[in-house]
């Protein structure tokens, strides 16, 4: 399995940026897939996963600003974060499990500024 993220970058506090990724070796919708992020001197933590089965699920401080999405055909995960927060700046890392193993693409930053 092969993750190659995209997009992020910098913002300004209440702007929007998007983040794909493009998931090679599984089908995105046949497996677990989302983001997690990593701020400075924090640990990584799950901000919006979707699970082979079911809807999504966001980390509480995430919820109606960001919002995970799949498709099939261009084997990506997406996210799309809207009314960014300067909170939201961190290393964001795209993420896969197939067959009991974790997958991580290289993380892509995003910085929010007030």
């Known amino acids: 399995v092969q993750l190659q993220a995209s997009g992020g970058g910098s913002a300004q506090a209440g702007e929007s940026l998007s983040l794909s990724c493009v998931v090679r070796g599984v089908p995105v919708t046949a497996t677990t897939t989302g983001w997690y992020r990593q701020a400075p001197g924090e640990q990584r933590e799950a901000v919006a996963i979707v699970a082979r089965e079911g809807g999504p699920t966001y980390l509480d401080s995430v919820k109606g600003r960001f919002s995970i999405s799949r498709n099939y055909a261009r084997k990506t995960v997406n996210l799309q974060m809207n009314n960014l927060k300067p909170e939201d700046t961190g290393v964001y890392y795209c993420?896969?499990?197939?067959?009991?193993?974790?997958?991580w693409g290289r993380g892509t930053l995003v910085t929010v500024s007030s």
């Open positions: 993420y896969a499990e197939r067959q009991g193993r974790d997958f």
